[in-house]
């Protein structure tokens, strides 16, 4: 099983790594854009679930800690190649799951840098999912209505439908979060930035700044766009990111040896 997939390209000592964890449905492809529009030393990698892209033959993650065992093994693999844990980068449910990732891999004295979410409220605000004992037809209108697919597939039938088991079954996994659950005594020990949309109404503002709360430190960048925007305005995530590092993780740099 690979739990990331890496560009064809990448630099030997690279000066940041990024894993992108997607949204629901979401590949490893999802971190493209922003690799596209980051410093060129930089290793963006994206994790890769099951029933997809290059794990198209391994088994749908079927419930939430799949998905986290799979970011932690990705950040993990990544720390191990380059010799410096990764700045974990979700978006939309993959900010929660990169959340819960960050918990596990500080217990496993192995803490990411930094934590940046997404396009997603806090771990402890209620929220919208799609019903996914609906049919087909009804359950895509609900993602597409919530901006849980980039505009472009939304408008390929055959596309939706290749990617609907996928969905359907992240959907599933993330939806075995219950905002209650989330225990204000519990946070992650990383600094994090919180990008979103200014109108994007699966994330008002008051939702993102509940971060607080769950993470070590939070700061907050505003990019205009659509719910998903790391495919709609990766050079305005890469530019929060960049501005945003070196305080969060000043040391980031040299941790790979890189100077």
């Known amino acids: 099983m690979t739990s990331f997939a890496l560009p064809e390209d990448y630099p030997e000592h690279p000066a940041r790594t990024v894993l992108v964890v997607p949204h629901a449905g979401g590949g490893s492809a999802v971190a493209n854009p922003l690799r596209a529009a980051l410093p060129n030393d930089w290793l963006v990698v994206g994790v890769a679930f099951g029933g997809r892209e290059s794990r198209f033959l391994d088994e749908h993650p079927v419930q939430l800690a799949d998905l986290i065992g799979d970011t932690v093994a990705a950040s993990t693999a990544a720390e191990d190649l380059t010799g410096a844990a990764p700045v974990l980068v979700g978006q939309c449910s993959g900010a929660l799951v990169a959340w819960l990732a960050s918990l596990e891999l500080s217990r496993r004295g ?9 396009s997603r409220s806090a771990p402890a605000w209620p929220g919208d999912l799609p019903d996914t004992t609906a049919s087909d037809a009804e359950f895509l209108r609900q993602v597409i209505r919530m901006g849980g697919v980039p505009d472009e597939v939304a408008d390929l039938p055959e596309l939706l439908d290749l990617l609907l088991p996928s969905l ?13 659950r989330a225990d204000p005594t519990i946070a992650s020990p990383a600094s994090a930035l919180a990008i979103y949309a200014p109108d994007d109404p699966g994330c008002p503002v008051a939702s993102v700044e509940a971060w607080r709360e769950s993470v070590a ?30 305080q969060a993780a000043p040391e980031g740099d040299h941790r790979a040896g890189n100077v």
């Open 168 to 180: 359907r079954a992240d959907f599933a996994a993330v939806a075995e979060w219950l905002p209650e």
């Open 110 to 118: 192995r803490p990411t840098p930094g934590l940046v979410v997404v």
């Open 217 to 246: 430190d939070l700061s907050l960048a505003q990019v205009k766009g659509n719910h998903l925007l790391l495919a709609s305005n990766p050079g305005g995530v890469a530019a929060a990111l960049t501005a945003w590092l070196p």
